[in-house]
C-alpha cells in the first residue's frame, strides 16, 4: 500500500520560507499565524502571548546542556542573561526576569513598542535539567485568556 501524496502545503500568508516557518511554528508545513490581536487584551498581553509561542519553538532545538538566554539587542551586545520567566503589565508593559552570569538576579521592563529582544542558547548554570520556560509561559496565557 502506498501513501496518499501530500497535499502541498498552504502558502504562507507572510511569504516566508519553510526554514523560518519552522522557526516560528515548529512545523514545516504550518504557515505562520497572522492573527488579530482579540479586542478584550492589551497590548502587553498579545506581546505576552506571542513571545511565550517563540520561546516554545526555540527551545524545541535546544539540547540538554543550554536553555534559552535572552540578549538584550538595545544594550550591550554581551549582555546576556538566563531566562527565567516573562510577564507583562497591561496595557503596555513587558516585563522580562532572569539572571545575570553572576547568579545575580535581572529584571527588565520594557514598552511593547521597545521590545527587540534575540533569543540564544544559553549554557545551563547549574547540573539540574535545562529549564524551559516557554511552556510556563503558554500556561500562564491559557489562564489569562480564560472566560
Known sequence: M???PKPPAAPDPLGLSSSVRFQITGCNDTPALVEARPNNIS???WMFQRLGQAIVAFEKQLDAEHEVGFRLVSFSEAQV???LDIGFWSPDLILFFGRGPDGAPMQLIQHVSQVSMLLVAAKKQSQE???RIGFEI???VEETVAP
Open 2 to 4: 502506498t501513501d496518499a
Open 43 to 45: 497590548d502587553a498581553q
Open 81 to 83: 542573561f538566563h531566562a
Open 129 to 131: 535539567a535545562p529549564r
Open 138 to 140: 503558554l500556561k500562564k
